[in-house]
């Protein structure tokens, strides 16, 4: 407030420095009624900036947020939008070449996207930015938000040939931190929805009724969710939120995107990834862009143009390789957290577990059994694991235990050779350890943003 004494200290102190192309830059803030947000020495500069970011990557975009609150409109989408760009971040430390693993046999085919060249239309929108459009563009750092839910996006697919919408992949994603609501709340994700499909003639605007109800989900609380369609006969998409995932002024309906994959060509989903882990992988792996770094599916999109993976983030905090035996296997249930493997169709599964086990001394054996158990279930689905090391951090109390454990997934490399050998961040962090936050087990903002390359960077090499 004007007039009062400036804080003595800050809430959040933060400096971008890889911002990719002239543009405009922006602050989004929440505050409950019985808070304020104050910020101080905002500064927009053309300077350049020093993090380590191994290979350089997609810059972030930055999109101001309009104040205005415009009454709820159908939005036909404009032309496509490319995904972000890169200006690669300059290197003051090399990152070492990881060695490269299995492989995972052939590349996996190419699963067109073909949603983002679509009509989009929406029941509302919160606010100008964050209309229909923003759904399938493409771009997974920008948003769609409801004013409220029940609340729908609809795509008009008529312009695609029939044989290209016929086996569809529908993927969303919400920027909710964590997989689950298991340790916290998330924002405006989808609680129960349905997708439906509609036989009506495109070229105008959605029809109002004539929907037939394909998948339908109720108590969801996962962040991001995959589902194999049947779009046969059908011109039209819709996903239909009635309820909200949701916490206290955050029960919208919000994805970054909604996206449509032709598996017409490839029978079931290829190029898909699900990374799941602790609370390492659920702050590095983002689906959207973060510190001047795009996502995983991003970064991949920017070397292979014709190439846009599906990648969920799976990472929950405080979970151990026991946690995750009971996660990933066994029979679904959201409320419960179990099961995840079993609603997941895509190819490879991310296992990064370990941090957590660290926590105390220990010898390994009972890691290895954890981890093991999760490998032969990953190839007992017709899957391909995927198995990083455990980082270095700035603890000395894990330090002291995670050589053993990574010890151990040396032997599961050797043990089962199909399993891809993700990024050494042992490697990569005890020659980075500024990447880690003070006393802290968790890489700092520029070193997730290295991790996400850094997995781009060996993916490229020995998967695709």
């Keep these: 407030t004007d007039g009062t004494p400036e804080p003595s200290t800050w809430d959040y102190t933060t400096t971008d420095t890889s911002l990719s192309a002239p543009g405009s830059v922006g602050l989004y803030s929440y505050a409950s009624v019985s808070a304020s947000n104050t910020f101080d020495n905002f500064s927009v500069t053309n300077g350049s900036g020093s993090a380590p970011i191994p290979g350089g990557a997609p810059g972030a975009t930055s999109t101001p947020v309009p104040t205005s609150t415009p009454a709820p409109t159908s939005t036909p989408v404009p032309t496509s939008t490319p995904g972000p760009t890169s200006t690669p ?142 779009l046969t006969g059908y011109n039209w998409v819709r996903i239909n939120v009635t309820a909200s995932d949701g916490s206290t002024y955050n029960f919208d309906a919000d994805f970054t995107e909604f996206d449509l994959y032709d598996l017409s060509s490839v029978g079931s989903p290829t190029d898909d990834w699900m990374f799941y882990g602790d609370s390492v992988t659920a702050g590095g792996m983002v689906t959207y862009p973060s510190s001047g770094v795009g996502s995983f599916a991003d970064l ?44 997941f169709p895509g190819r490879y599964v991310v296992l990064s577990y370990g941090m957590n086990d660290a926590g105390a001394s220990t010898d390994g054996s009972a890691f290895y059994n954890n981890m093991q158990q999760l490998v032969q279930a990953v190839l007992a689905a017709g899957k391909i694991p995927v198995i990083p090391k455990i980082n270095y951090t700035n603890d000395p109390t894990h330090n002291a235990n995670i050589p053993t454990l990574n010890a151990r997934i040396d032997q599961l490399y050797q043990a089962y050779p199909q399993i891809v050998k993700g990024p050494d961040f042992w490697i990569y962090f005890q020659q980075n350890p500024t990447l880690i936050g003070a006393n802290d087990i968790h890489p700092t903002a520029q070193g997730y943003a290295a991790m996400r390359q850094l997995w781009a960077n060996l993916m490229l090499q020995t998967v695709y």
């Design 300 to 343: 991949i999109h920017q070397a292979l143009p014709n190439r846009y993976p599906v990648a969920e983030n799976g990472g929950e905090p405080y979970d151990t390789s026991s946690n995750a035996v009971s996660r990933i296997l066994g029979s679904f249930s959201p409320s419960a957290g179990t099961g995840y493997l079993s609603i």
């Design 89 to 230: 971040a300059p290197t003051s430390t090399p990152a070492p070449v990881p060695t490269p693993g299995a492989g995972g046999g052939t590349p996996p085919a190419v699963m067109p996207l073909i949603s983002n060249s679509v009509p989009a239309y929406a029941s509302s929108n919160l606010y100008s930015g964050s209309a229909a459009g923003n759904a399938n563009d493409a771009n997974s750092g920008t948003e769609y938000r409801s004013s409220g839910v029940p609340a729908w996006v609809a795509y008009d697919l008529s312009s695609l040939a029939p044989s290209h919408r016929s086996s569809v992949l529908a993927v969303y994603y919400n920027s909710s931190y964590a997989y689950n609501t298991i340790h916290g709340a998330h924002y405006n994700n989808l609680g129960s929805y349905t997708i439906d499909g509609n036989s009506a003639p495109g070229g105008t605007t959605p029809p109002g009724s004539g929907w037939v109800t394909l998948v339908s989900v109720t108590g969801n609380t996962l962040h991001s969710r995959q589902h194999v369609l049947n």
